[in-house]
């Protein structure tokens, strides 16, 4: 049976790092609410900290450990379904709530009890080298932070958001995504379903920290990459794919293909010119990108946005065409989901400078190596 005026907090973790649990577990309780807290341990070979042990044994915290690792969605998952309490607040395991973070969430509740759910703010620290600067620029932090600028958003991190469990899919989180992207999908099949976007709650703040102590994220942005193929593949996110012009390493490895007959057609010089050109044209974009947008000119930083990106890319283009899914090439996904069958071959800035760079890199170089076709 739902627990109408209760909240079930459900926190995924593998670290079990208590200093950071802690600053969830003692979150202020609203007035008039039953708060539940499950700790899921995705670790079965972690020691639990006695801290958390004796916080179970008096029923301060429901601690659930795996048997096996399940993974993020198996065990949000397993937490979900350990609770009773009409709201489910998804929280990451290394995340610094503001004290105060459940009683904002309360006032919301008390504003919209039948809303399908809400968004908090997840902020990051300030950047601390050229790798968190590069992910200031592109945008990657700013999905954590849209009920700062939107009334009611369609999905964010599972950082920070909370869902009404009367409105919750029987399926919850896809365990199939394995890579990433379970979040994106889980809120926007939700909001398909029900036809109706999550509340922004600006005063409900968490901080996140940089991962990895700010180091390069080639990695987790490979990951990504992957998830988000694997979310164009995958109903109801394929309905806001789209074709494109090819990106740097689709283009390259097209050259690759195309080397065979450079060599037969005696275009080898031009073809060179090209392998060359359109990487230092996606390395001179991205140093405008810096420029423009992150009012800087480093060019670490224009290294880092490059690399950020293509790392993205990589894990898409590798989901594609080793993973069984080569529709995926040259294939976008709309991740802002702002209307179904969005048109393709879309221009902006960015594509219009490169493209500009690019045909400048291969006239100068032409110039400097005189007749290509030969």
């Known amino acids: 049976m739902i627990k109408p005026n209760a909240i079930d907090i459900v926190v995924p973790s593998f670290r079990l790092t208590a200093a950071l649990l802690l600053n969830i577990i003692r979150l202020e309780k609203p007035a008039g609410f039953e708060v539940n807290t499950f700790i899921v341990a995705d670790n079965?070979?972690?020691?639990?900290?006695?801290?958390?042990?004796?916080?179970?044994?008096t029923g301060e915290i429901h601690l659930l450990v795996n048997e096996t690792n399940l993974g993020f969605s198996g065990t949000r998952n397993k937490g979900i379904r350990a609770g009773q309490?009409?709201?489910?607040?998804?929280?990451?395991?290394?995340?610094v709530p503001q004290p105060d973070l459940l009683k904002a969430y309360a006032t919301a509740i008390s504003q919209n009890d039948q809303a399908l759910g809400f968004a908090g703010v997840t902020y990051f620290p300030e950047a601390i080298n050229a790798a968190t600067r590069a992910l200031e620029i592109n945008g990657s932090v700013h999905h954590f932070k849209l009920a700062l600028y939107y009334p009611e958003i369609t999905w964010a991190p599972t950082t920070n958001m909370m869902i009404n469990r009367e409105k919750l899919d029987p399926a919850l989180?896809?365990?199939?995504?394995?890579?990433?992207?379970?979040?994106v999908d889980f809120f926007v099949r939700h909001w398909l379903k029900f036809n109706e976007k999550y509340q922004s709650v600006p005063a409900a703040a968490v901080t996140h920290p940089w991962h990895d102590n700010g180091a390069m994220q080639t990695r987790r942005q490979f990951r990504y990459g992957m998830a988000a193929n694997q979310l164009a593949h995958k109903e109801p996110e394929q309905r806001y794919t789209?074709?494109?012009?090819?990106?740097?390493?689709?283009?390259?490895?097209?050259?690759?293909?195309?080397?065979?007959?450079?060599?037969?057609?005696?275009?080898v010089k031009l073809w060179i010119c090209l392998v060359v050109a359109v990487p230092l044209a996606e390395y001179l974009t991205n140093w405008f990108k810096a420029i423009t947008v992150g009012k800087t000119w480093s060019p670490a930083v224009a290294f880092q946005l490059m690399w950020a990106k293509n790392c993205w890319e990589a894990g898409y283009l590798y989901d594609a065409l080793l993973r069984g899914r080569p529709d995926g090439f040259a294939k976008r996904i709309d991740m802002g989901f702002a209307k179904e069958n969005p048109s393709s071959f879309r221009t902006n800035r960015w594509k219009i400078v490169k493209i500009v760079l690019l045909v400048i890199l291969v006239v100068i170089a032409v110039c400097t190596i005189g007749n290509p076709f030969v």
């Open 173 to 183: 989180f896809d365990t199939n995504l394995k890579e990433g992207g379970e979040d």
């Open 242 to 267: 789209y074709r494109d012009f090819t990106n740097t390493l689709e283009t390259l490895l097209l050259l690759l293909f195309l080397f065979p007959a450079a060599l037969f057609t005696g275009t």
């Open 85 to 95: 309490a009409k709201w489910v607040l998804l929280l990451d395991d290394d995340i």
């Open 44 to 57: 079965p070979a972690a020691v639990i900290p006695e801290t958390l042990k004796e916080l179970d044994r």
